[in-house]
Nanobody, 119 residues
Framework: QVTLVESGGGLVQVGGSLRLSCAAS????????MGWLRQPPGKGRELVAA????????YYGDSMKGRFTISRDTVKNTVYLQMTMLKPEDTAVYYC????????????WGQGTQVTVSS
């Protein structure tokens, strides 16, 4: 079982920045993706960003490219999401997620952290 604990959400003004953190317990498989999904109010979930354990390749949702950066500290087993130039449409619950590289479904989820961008 993998436990994911998110932190860093909150209220920020348009154009501001915020950094989310996700600390993972030991992940019992060697090849995986770790990342973030989000769910805006009244909408479905979408990929924000993900990072691959084997080579640290990164992936972003289209609307996040150039504004968000995902990174990983392998010693602390923690992934970070640096968000800049935030927009009201970035308002959402952000979930830290993990999945095996061989699967298409996210196996493990954090409890979620609220990010609200006010105009």
């Amino acid at each position: 079982q993998v436990t994911l604990v998110e932190s860093g959400g909150g209220l920020v003004q348009v154009g501001g920045s915020l950094r989310l953190s996700c600390a993972a317990s030991e992940i019992p498989f060697s090849n995986f993706y770790m990342g973030w999904l989000r769910q805006p109010p009244g909408k479905g979930r979408e990929l924000v960003a993900a990072i691959k354990s084997s080579d640290s390749s990164t992936y972003y949702g289209d609307s996040m490219k150039g504004r968000f950066t995902i990174s990983r500290d392998t010693v602390k087993n923690t992934v970070y999401l640096q968000m800049t130039m935030l927009k009201p449409e970035d308002t959402a619950v952000y979930y830290c997620v993990v999945r095996r590289s061989s699967l298409s479904t996210w196996n493990y989820w954090g409890q979620g952290t609220q990010v609200t961008v006010s105009s």
